[in-house]
């Protein structure tokens, strides 16, 4: 019980050292070089915050300066994660570090702007290194998909010392997680601020999104609440590959003209896990949907075992940019390229949800009605706006980004955007400090015509 990760949550961190070794072609990297490099990402980021804020201009390096214990902290985890995930190897004393080909990809890809393969490659560096076991997929992704949320355990504080764990009722859903005690050490047999790093790391690598509410505001409690302090939702939609399979041969024996329902009364899941095998499959043209119904294609209906499907599901994965996350005993990681040998059981099938922008017009609409109390054409803080909208289509902030731009682009005089109201307090400000850019400019409000 209690089984922890790597204590760094700063792992964005690694591409701006990658980007170093590559350029400057280094075989090996001292623990003052990558001092350095975080001295200046921290620098450069206190900038960036601070133009997004609004603040005068300040003198970045004395005011890190002073922080001079909390980048060596972050370089320390640096140093300790690269090394457990075969980034680097050490050469003497802690002090400098042979630089291994994996961490010159990263930096390969991070310079040419190919981040998300970049990102993909240090997760499978992380998987692969079979160090980090409460983040393996089955561990986590799998348990929040899973989940089904019907009670909670909250951690209250009364008292100078005495924490107690209270258990409440609470309405039930699917494929959710909060980081209560029932969850987090019952059910991933780690702890609070392991999950708190393994959620940041999820989010960078786009695996999931939170959401900072909790069902407790209308449970009376005496005492501090320590946990749970928000929600956790997947923004893949993740199966396995045996579960595609066996999803396939039923339709295929069943028959057409299949409903949700059908599947519900054959197999032990819950409906949001039956929902992900058949958006998987459907995602990948394996079957489709005809006045409601779920069929398989004609061309498809031969195929006579389930390796002939698991080799097209493969095939077919790299054209629809999904990712195949290989969690077995004995091989871990990510595949980049085809697989000719696998295992079907431990093979996830990692997709995007498939939205219409209409559907995310739909969505962002009802959250902006809703966050402003149907007053029409009222101005409201973007971040608010994504938080509730990523809760509802289970997408990435990033995601929701992409889509209000392409929004704003098409629809032109739909979407009007402020960089603050003239009421805003700076104390608001920096609560909702995570600014959202379009065409060069960055914008905090928003607000939608009637």
């Known amino acids: 019980m209690g089984k922890s990760v790597t204590g760094i949550s700063h792992i964005d961190y690694i591409f701006p050292i990658a980007a170093?070794?590559?350029?400057?072609?280094?075989?090996?990297?001292?623990?003052?070089?990558?001092?350095?490099?975080?001295?200046?990402?921290?620098?450069?980021?206190?900038?960036?915050?601070?133009?997004?804020?609004?603040?005068?201009?300040?003198?970045?390096?004395?005011?890190?300066?002073?922080?001079?214990?909390f980048l060596e902290g972050i370089t320390g985890s640096l140093i300790l994660a690269m090394r457990k995930w075969g980034l680097i190897e050490k050469i003497d004393r802690n002090e400098s570090f042979k630089v291994l080909p994996i961490l010159y990809k990263i930096g390969e890809l991070y310079t040419a702007k190919r981040t998300k393969l970049a990102k993909i490659r240090l997760l499978d560096s992380i998987l692969n290194s079979k160090k980090e076991n409460p983040f393996e997929p089955f561990n986590f992704l799998m348990k929040i998909r899973n989940?089904?949320?019907?009670?909670?355990?909250?951690?209250?504080?009364?008292?100078?010392?005495?924490?107690?764990?209270?258990?409440?009722?609470?309405?039930?859903?699917?494929?959710?997680?909060?980081?209560?005690?029932?969850?987090?050490?019952?059910?991933?047999?780690?702890?609070?601020?392991?999950?708190d790093i393994m959620v940041d790391w999820g989010i960078f690598f786009e695996l999931l999104y939170t959401y900072n509410k909790t069902p407790l505001s209308k449970i009376d409690i005496e005492g501090t609440i320590l946990y749970p302090k928000y929600e956790v939702f997947l923004t893949k939609v993740l199966c396995t590959l045996n579960e595609m399979v066996m999803f396939f041969d039923f339709i295929k024996n069943k028959g057409q003209g299949l409903e949700i329902e059908d599947f519900r009364d054959r197999f032990p899941y819950n409906k949001y896990v039956i929902v992900s095998i058949l958006h998987n499959l459907k995602a990948l043209d394996i079957i489709h949907y005809h006045k409601g119904k779920i069929e398989i294609p004609d061309s498809l209906r031969s195929i006579a075992n389930s390796e002939k499907l698991g080799k097209i599901i493969l095939r077919k994965i790299a054209s629809k940019e999904g990712l195949l996350l290989i969690d077995s005993p004995n091989e871990k990681g990510v595949y980049l390229q085809a697989i000719t040998d696998f295992a079907p059981e431990y093979t996830i099938v990692a997709m995007d949800p498939q939205w219409k922008l209409s559907d995310f017009e739909k969505a962002l609409r009802s959250s902006y009605s809703r966050l402003t109390g149907g007053l029409s054409y009222r101005y409201m803080w973007i971040a608010k706006i994504k938080e509730e909208v990523c809760r509802e289509l289970r997408i990435h902030g990033s995601t929701f980004d992409s889509y209000l731009c392409k929004l704003a682009e098409e629809r032109p005089g739909l979407i009007e955007f402020s960089k603050a109201a003239g009421d805003v307090t700076r104390r608001m400000l920096t609560k909702f400090d995570k600014p959202f850019k379009f065409k060069g400019n960055i914008y905090r409000m928003m607000r939608i015509e009637g």
């Open 147 to 195: 989940n089904v949320v019907d009670r909670i355990e909250v951690v209250v504080k009364r008292g100078k010392n005495d924490r107690l764990i209270e258990t409440f009722t609470v309405s039930e859903l699917e494929g959710r997680a909060y980081n209560d005690h029932l969850f987090v050490y019952k059910k991933l047999g780690t702890n609070f601020r392991s999950f």
């Open 20 to 69: 170093y070794a590559y350029l400057l072609k280094k075989d090996s990297i001292t623990r003052r070089e990558i001092l350095h490099i975080v001295r200046e990402e921290a620098v450069k980021r206190e900038r960036e915050k601070a133009l997004y804020l609004g603040k005068f201009w300040q003198d970045y390096e004395k005011k890190l300066a002073r922080k001079k214990s």
